[in-house]
C-alpha cells in the first residue's frame, strides 16, 4: 500500500523517475480499489451501462497520478513522456506501453535523473 501512498504524494510530478515496483504495485492497488468500488456501485444500484459514481470520482482524483507515474516510468527506461500518447492507437499501443513497463531500468543517471533503484528514492 505504501507504493500506492507515494505515488499519491507525487500528485502532479512529472519530472524523474519511477520504477518497475512504484510503478506496478501502484496499479496493482489503483485496480484492487476499483473493483471494490465497482462492487460497491452495483450494491447501490448503478447503472452497469454508464459505471458508477464511486469509480468515477475515484478515476477523476487519481487522473493526475495515474499520468504522473507512467511518465516517471517512462523517464526511467530514457523515454519521453510524450510516447504516453502511443496508447490513443488501438492495440498496437498498449502492446508498446506494456513492453515500455516491462522494461528494466536504464543503469545508472539518464537524462531524467538518478536511477531511482541505486538512488534509494523509494522505499517499499
Request: proline share 6%.
Amino acid at each position: 500500500m505504501s507504493w500506492f501512498i507515494t505515488v499519491l504524494k507525487k500528485y502532479a510530478t512529472f519530472s524523474g523517475r519511477a520504477c518497475r515496483s512504484e510503478y506496478w504495485y501502484y496499479f496493482l492497488f489503483y485496480l484492487l480499489i476499483s473493483v471494490v468500488l465497482s462492487l460497491m456501485d452495483g450494491i447501490l444500484g448503478a447503472d452497469p451501462q454508464g459505471g458508477g459514481v464511486l469509480g468515477a470520482l475515484f478515476a477523476l482524483g487519481t487522473l493526475l497520478p495515474t499520468i504522473g507515474v507512467g511518465v516517471r516510468r517512462l523517464h526511467d527506461i530514457g523515454r519521453s513522456g510524450w510516447w504516453l500518447l502511443i496508447g490513443l492507437v488501438p492495440l498496437v499501443g498498449g502492446l508498446v506501453l506494456l513492453w515500455f513497463a516491462v522494461k528494466d531500468s536504464d543503469p545508472g543517471d539518464n537524462a531524467y535523473g538518478p536511477n531511482p533503484k541505486l538512488a534509494g528514492a523509494v522505499e517499499p
